[in-house]
């Protein structure tokens, strides 16, 4: 593994105190590291870099670069108490000062944080002013080296699909197994069916005007379970639902009364009742729930998924690992606090991000949930939009949360945006973080690497069904040019559960160890990705085990599914499947002629036959293990028992 990182240089770790004199001429000289300010009482200047007036009071400090670097300037101290500050920084000389910028409020607890590209041998001024309060604080100057890209890294093209323009969304819309491009619009949208060979063809269907675009966000979900996914546009007005008709040729638009700034928009079931149900962001107001009664109806709901102001990234998982899907919601903005909403199993949610050190006030607007450890449970890169503040956080088992950003290559990664996801683009086993201009290549040892060259943040989706990610463009995507790695993909499909299967946790065992994935409709911020789980596998050969833990709690365990393909996995079925079964679970003979003999269950257990199209052919009970299959014609088909709320299934052919 390479576990090239960036590190922070001359970093000085006891705390100075330095004391700013009254003015730029005698502002005293301070070097990297860290620094303690007294109140502040000095002139302040009469240029401001940000905008507004100027304090009453400030404190003045200049800086030397030592050698071209970039530098960062933060009063935000972890672990120490914030103060509502405001800096400005200068060059030149106190006569004729320049503008290099400054910052006010991006950091958590109002701090400040500013990065900009330093020269060597020239002298910065750092003005601290009193336009928020005049109290001391500590500070630190920290210069940050992007380090070469990694090693691990994989190279991607860019790549038209002809006819395509503002995509927003990479998901099977016609249940091919393969990923389409998706655009949303006003009195139309459009979708680039991905046919073979990297061919596309877009269709246009026409709607009813929509009240609210797909502006702030993008999600979709079949929510009425009628086999075509439906679509949702998160607007600065409210919410726009776009439903597919029976055989998917027309969509209906219904935008609900209720004013949202909307915006993440997801799909989910947040009542654990089998329907799923929608779920959007309120930028001013508590966050809204669309309650689906499972007859077509969805009921606007408010204010038990957070009560308070700034919601912006949301996203769905489970991360206590108790089957149902919490709520984490990245904010900004009014009520800058990060809320965890965990999950009764009931559809009701309690924030317990205080507790867990989760309660954040940073200016972020998505987060990075993936299980980057392998360790069976989800963890969380809760990243900047502005200042340079990411938290990498360990879940330690049953939803208990340890620091991880020291040292990890995330504390000192200076670059911000909007958007964060967590996915394996290089197909080596050990899930990704996408955000802030690079995708941060996770060696497997809680370090990451960046590749600052790699595409900008959108959907992602697998393009061209090679079994690697691409990422997203408006007019197509990044095609990700991939290595030798392998890899395996689950499209599930719920019968008793919701049709998307969202809320679903797919579980593979392979040589590497175990992965989880969780199905959902609504990563990062704007974008659609797709709907499955995608597995590296890196140079494994062979998937011992893959389990579905079903969001109505089923479990069904495949045994050595094939390796380097989609399968798409109905509920109660394994249609596409090559085996399940516990270790003593068995059949013989294979292939058998009038009988078959079910090992590793009870002998008169309940036994299902299906045919490989997943219809239902024979049902009946073992008679000392065995039953009879002579009315069956030849062929291959799958039997299925259920025991103890496990379902085991095994190939057999008839001849």
């Known amino acids: 593994m390479n576990a090239t990182r960036p590190f922070l240089l001359s970093l000085v770790l006891a705390p100075a105190l330095a004391f700013g004199q009254s003015n730029c001429g005698n502002a005293p000289a301070i070097g990297l590291g860290t620094h303690v300010s007294p109140a502040l009482d000095g002139t302040p200047s009469a240029t401001q870099c940000i905008g507004g007036q100027s304090g009453s009071a400030a404190r003045w400090y200049q800086f030397t670069a030592p050698a071209s670097m970039s530098v960062t300037v933060s009063s935000y101290v972890e672990g120490i108490p914030t103060v509502d500050t405001r800096l400005n920084v200068f060059a030149g000389t106190c006569g004729s000062l320049a503008c290099i910028g400054g910052d006010d409020d991006t950091g958590p607890g109002y701090t400040s944080i500013y990065s900009f590209n330093a020269v060597a041998g020239t002298t910065y001024l750092f003005v601290w002013d009193s336009f928020w309060t005049a109290n ?207 999950n009764n199993g009931t559809g009701t949610y309690s924030n317990v991000a205080p507790g867990l050190g989760l309660a954040d006030g940073h200016q972020s607007w998505s987060s990075a949930w993936g299980d980057f450890d392998n360790d069976s449970d989800m963890d969380v890169l809760i990243g900047a939009s502005s200042g340079v503040v990411h938290k990498l956080m360990r879940n330690n088992g049953d939803g208990i949360f340890v620091a991880a950003t020291a040292g990890s290559g995330m504390d000192s990664f200076t670059g911000q945006s909007i958007e964060w996801t967590a996915h394996d683009f290089n197909n080596d086993g050990w899930i990704d973080i996408m955000g802030g201009g690079a995708i941060h290549y996770n060696n497997g040892d809680w370090t990451f690497g960046h590749d600052v060259a790699a595409p900008a943040n959108h959907c992602i989706g697998d393009f061209n069904s090679d079994g690697f990610l691409d990422v997203g463009r408006s007019s197509g995507y990044y095609l990700n040019e991939g290595n030798g790695n392998n890899w395996i993909v689950v499209k599930p499909q719920g019968t008793i559960s919701n049709r998307d299967a969202i809320g679903a946790r797919v579980t593979i065992t392979s040589a590497l160890g175990t992965q989880i994935r969780d199905i959902k409709s609504g990563d990062g911020f704007r974008y659609m990705s797709f709907i499955g789980a995608h597995f590296g596998l890196g140079e494994d050969t062979q998937v011992d085990q893959m389990s579905i833990r079903w969001p109505n709690g089923d479990i069904e365990i495949i045994k050595n599914p094939a390796i380097n393909t989609t399968h798409v996995v109905v509920q109660g079925t394994f249609t596409g499947v090559a085996e399940a079964a516990s270790e003593s679970f068995g059949l013989y003979p294979n292939p058998a002629h009038d009988r078959i003999t079910l090992t590793g269950t009870a002998s008169n257990a309940q036994v299902e036959v299906m045919d490989t199209a997943g219809k239902l052919v024979l049902s009946g009970r073992l008679l000392n293990g065995s039953i009879s299959i002579g009315a069956l014609q030849a062929g291959a088909y799958v039997a299925r028992v259920t025991d103890a709320g496990i379902a085991r299934a095994a190939r057999f052919m008839v001849k």
């Open 136 to 342: 001391g604080f500590t500070f630190t100057v920290l210069e940050t080296v992007i380090p070469p890209p990694p090693g691990n890294m994989v190279l991607f093209t860019s790549t038209t699909i002809p006819g395509a323009g503002g995509i927003q969304g990479a998901v099977d819309m016609n249940d091919d197994g393969k990923d389409d491009a998706v655009m949303p619009g006003s009195a139309s949208f459009n979708v680039a069916y991905q046919g073979n060979g990297g061919a596309y063809n877009v269709v246009n269907y026409p709607t009813t005007n929509a009240d609210n675009t797909a502006s702030w966000s993008f999600a979709v979900g079949d929510w009425d379970s009628n086999g075509h996914r439906d679509l949702l546009y998160g607007g600065g007005s409210g919410a726009t639902f776009m439903s597919a008709n029976a055989d998917g040729s027309q969509y209906t638009e219904w935008s609900p009364p209720n004013y949202i700034f909307c915006q993440r928009t997801n799909f989910v079931d947040l009542d654990n009742d089998g329907n799923l149900d929608a779920f959007t962001c309120h930028d001013v107001d508590a966050n809204v729930g669309f309650m689906n009664n499972g007859a077509g109806l969805l009921t606007f709901t408010q204010g038990g998924y957070g009560t308070t102001c700034g919601n912006y990234g949301s996203i769905f998982t489970d991360i206590n690992n108790d089957g149902s899907m919490d709520l984490f919601v990245a904010k900004c903005g009014c009520d800058p606090l990060d809320l965890l909403m965990l």
